[in-house]
C-alpha cells in the first residue's frame, strides 16, 4: 500500500503534469499553473484507485484517458472535442515514450520486468527515466515552440476568469 502511494506521488503526478502539459502545448493552448496542478493532483488520485482495483491494464489506460478528458471539460470549461485532442496526443507521446525506454532498458540493461509491478525500487528507476525523457520532449517541444494542431483562440489562457 505504501508503494502504491509514493508510486502516486512521486511518478504519477508528475507524469500527469508533463503529460497534460506535452498535450495542450502542442496544440497551442496556454493554460494556468495551478488549474495543470489541480488537474494532475486530481488525476494522480485516480490513477491511485485504479492501481487499487487490480483491473486489466489496458482498460486502466482507458480510465484514466476518460478521467482526464473529463477532469479537462469540467476544470477548464472546454468543449469536449477540444478536451480530447491534448488528451489523447499526451497520452500517445507518453506511450511512445515509454515503449521507447522498454525496448532501451531491454536490449542494453537486461532488466526483469516482472520487477517493474511488484518492486517499487525497480519502477521508480524506471519511471525516473521515463519523466526525464518527457521532460526533455516537453523542453523541445517549448523551445522549437512546435504545434501538432492550433486549438487556441488568440491571447486566450484557458481556465482564466474573464
Known sequence: MTDFILISM???????IIMLLIG??????????????LISFIQASVAFLIKLTN??????SIVQIITFWVLIILILKMKSYKAIVPVLIGFFIDGIIQ????SIANNFIKIDFSKL?????????????????????LLIIHKT??????????????????
Not at 495542450?24 to 496542478?37: A, H, W
Not at 515503449?99 to 522498454?102: F, R, T
Not at 525500487?121 to 526525464?132: G, H, K, P, V
Not at 487556441?152 to 474573464?162: L, P, R
Open 117 to 137: 509491478s511488484s518492486e517499487f525500487e525497480y519502477t521508480f528507476i524506471y519511471s525516473l527515466f521515463i519523466l526525464s525523457t518527457s521532460l526533455f520532449v
Open 10 to 16: 512521486f511518478l504519477s503526478f508528475p507524469e500527469a
Open 24 to 37: 495542450l502545448k502542442l496544440c497551442s493552448i496556454r493554460i494556468n499553473l495551478k488549474k495543470v496542478l
Open 55 to 60: 483491473i486489466n491494464f489496458g482498460i486502466q
Open 145 to 162: 515552440r512546435f504545434i501538432f494542431c492550433d486549438l487556441s483562440v488568440e491571447g486566450e489562457v484557458i481556465g482564466e476568469q474573464k
Open 99 to 102: 515503449q521507447l525506454i522498454i
